[in-house]
């Protein structure tokens, strides 16, 4: 009897029709209250699915990308100047460091739009506790949005033949927009500093390690890159390693800045939960409550940091 009433009710669900929405939360649990593994929802009761991302997975996921760019663009280029196999049906191109709009840029600029990402959801939770420098996240969140799109797009390369002619650069300066870029990298690290002064040692330690490593990249490296262009040809061996360093450090500085950020709202003990969810219309054709799943994680948010209630575990299927 039991088993015809929930075959009943199974197709009654199945029947009715179902609406979908996203909603995202921001939640404060400790480590010792999250569970290890994620329950898997229950098919029949129609819950929330959940995908964890750890910081770890994340960390060694980009390490490989970028050691798998760096060692194919090279590999590239030795096949290209050593044996003389051309352009190997535009694969050469494809994955070499230092051209345009090609699969080393496309993944510098889903990194930083990574770490955009990142920015926007430590200033939503700093925001929501009153933090007064919420804004700095939030214009750095700008910021690396601008990186991603001037990475993909090459904003940043269009005046430089005019103004080489305008200040007859040559050598350490032929590429001239170091020449602002440097003066937009002290700005932002004047502008930054009182910011960084209030962040936990371990985290500012990893920033500024990060930015160290990536403006001695584009700045310093593509400065010596500029007078191997002029003295010895763009289209060089010695040329190649010198811009393949260059992307190296540029590629490992937002690895290190994305690695720093996640870190960081580890310490916050933050999460950000995407749920897909469908709630079935109720018989007489009004809608039921579709937020109704998330009423105890909506009382979180709207409470104070301080008195924030930990999140609950999650249950698993044998009830511990």
């Excluded at 939640?27 to 129609?46: F, I, L």
């Excluded at 799943?293 to 299927?317: F, G, H, I, K, Y």
Aim: hydrophobic content about 50%.
């Amino acid at each position: 009897m039991a088993t015809r009433v929930e075959t009943e009710n199974a197709r009654r669900h199945e029947e009715a029709p179902m609406s979908t929405s996203v909603h995202g939360t921001i939640r404060h649990a400790p480590s010792s209250a999250r569970p290890a593994t994620t329950a898997e929802p229950n098919a029949a009761s129609g819950g929330p699915l959940a995908m964890v991302v750890r910081r770890q997975t994340v960390r060694w996921a980009l390490l490989a990308a970028i050691a798998v760019l760096l060692v194919l663009s090279t590999l590239g280029q030795m096949a290209q100047r050593v044996f003389g196999l051309g352009t190997m049906f535009g694969l050469v191109r494809l994955f070499y460091v230092d051209a345009e709009r090609n699969v080393p840029t496309f993944y510098s600029s889903l990194a930083l739009l990574l770490a955009c990402g990142l920015l926007a959801i430590v200033a939503a939770e700093r925001r929501r506790c009153g933090d007064r420098l919420w804004i700095h996240w939030s214009w750095l969140s700008v910021l690396f949005l601008l990186l991603a799109a001037d990475e993909f797009i090459g904003f940043h390369e269009m005046p430089i033949e005019r103004l080489r002619r305008l200040w007859d650069a040559h050598g350490l300066l032929y590429f001239t927009w170091v020449v602002p870029g440097a003066a937009f990298v002290l700005l932002v690290a004047i502008a930054s500093a009182r910011w960084l002064l209030t962040l936990p040692r371990a985290v500012r330690n990893r920033y500024v390690v990060a930015a160290t490593v990536f403006v001695t990249g584009a700045i310093g490296v593509e400065m010596l890159s500029g007078w191997v262009a002029e003295y010895r040809g763009e289209d060089t061996g010695i040329y190649a390693a010198v811009v393949t360093v260059e992307e190296a450090c540029e590629m490992l500085g937002v690895w290190i800045f994305i690695d720093a950020t996640l870190h960081f709202l580890e310490r916050l003990g933050t999460s950000v939960t995407i749920t897909f969810d469908h709630q079935p219309r109720s018989t007489d054709g009004r809608g039921v409550d579709r937020w109704a799943d998330l009423a105890d994680a909506s009382a979180r948010l709207n409470a104070p940091c301080a008195q924030q209630r930990p999140a609950q575990p999650v249950a698993t299927r044998n009830g511990r």
